[in-house]
């Protein structure tokens, strides 16, 4: 039997969490639903929440009990990592984590309107099977591409390629500082590509998740002005190797796999899909 403690981390206090999530992350395309550079991302904002749930049994891995080292945060075993994605609570645990005592202590989280999770089943919910996300996979190889990594000179571009991609984005230059300040800024990777006039085109951000682990890309944008000249997938294709130099042994990256522009543009990338995503979902009347 579990005997879990939750605990709300400021963007400041999320290194246990982090390293936690490092430690889950395999080799090949991570199993859950946060890989480290998910809540790098999210550490762009100053109101940031990250949860992390810790077992305080007196057996309870010792191995992993440097992990939770920090203020406000026992000395216990990480068992599981999440946060509030919009109305979606997204969760990566341990290996052998109880789902069913995490699911019962997010009731709380799961008022009507956080009606989704990723990567927490929760008794009674189903799951949907309409919108599943689709998985890829890309295998270090040699890489030819524009791609150049991101310096303090270009952050006011990358941000505006990032609001150029995403209708409604309102990121800016001191968002990207933010993040890059937070306890995963030394994770990310970032590329920039520019047309032959200089002007920003597309860009890619990516996380590390330790040597011999899967790397991820969260976010990647081409400018909706400079789409199908190959700008994104010179994008995708630096930060991979940007990764790969730093001893990634992979590289993950999600999309709905409804986005038919976007799976096209992983697979000219060299990536293959190697599983579905499906959130679980609140069915009507609960």
Do not use: I
């Not at 991570?30 to 109101?47: A, E, K, M, T, Y």
């Not at 295998?139 to 990358?158: I, K, L």
């Not at 190797?241 to 976007?262: F, H, K, W």
């Amino acid at each position: 039997m579990a005997s879990l403690s939750r605990h709300r981390l400021s963007p400041a206090d999320t290194g246990p969490a982090l390293r936690a999530l490092r430690a889950w992350t395999p080799p090949d395309a991570p199993s859950g639903s946060l890989h480290p550079g998910d809540v790098g991302w999210l550490l762009r904002r100053d109101d940031a929440t990250v949860f992390l749930w810790t077992d305080t049994r007196a057996d309870a891995r010792a191995d992993a009990q440097t992990s939770a080292r920090a203020e406000g945060v026992t000395t216990a075993a990480p068992v599981a990592v999440g946060f509030l994605d919009g109305p979606v609570l997204r969760v990566t645990t341990a290996p052998d984590a109880d789902l069913g005592a995490l699911a019962a202590d997010a009731e709380d989280l799961l008022v009507p309107g956080n009606d989704a999770t990723d990567g927490l089943p929760v008794p009674g919910w189903e799951p949907d099977t309409e919108e599943p996300w689709l998985v890829f996979s890309w295998t270090p190889e040699p890489v030819s591409s524009r791609a150049v990594q991101v310096t303090e000179s270009d952050t006011a571009d990358r941000a505006l390629v990032h609001r150029a991609a995403f209708t409604g984005s309102t990121l800016t230059a001191d968002h990207w500082r933010t993040m890059k300040k937070s306890p995963a800024g030394h994770l990310a990777v970032e590329t920039l590509v520019r047309t032959p006039a200089g002007e920003p085109a597309a860009a890619a951000t990516g996380w590390f998740g330790g040597t011999g682990r899967c790397g991820l890309l969260e976010p990647v944008g081409t400018h909706a002005d400079h789409r199908g000249h190959g700008y994104g997938r010179d994008a995708v294709r630096g930060a991979c190797a940007a990764l790969a130099d730093r001893g990634a042994s992979a590289v993950a990256v999600l999309t709905p796999a409804s986005n038919e522009a976007a799976a096209a543009l992983y697979r000219s990338a060299g990536f293959t899909v190697v599983r579905e995503n499906l959130d679980w979902t609140r069915p009507d009347g609960m």
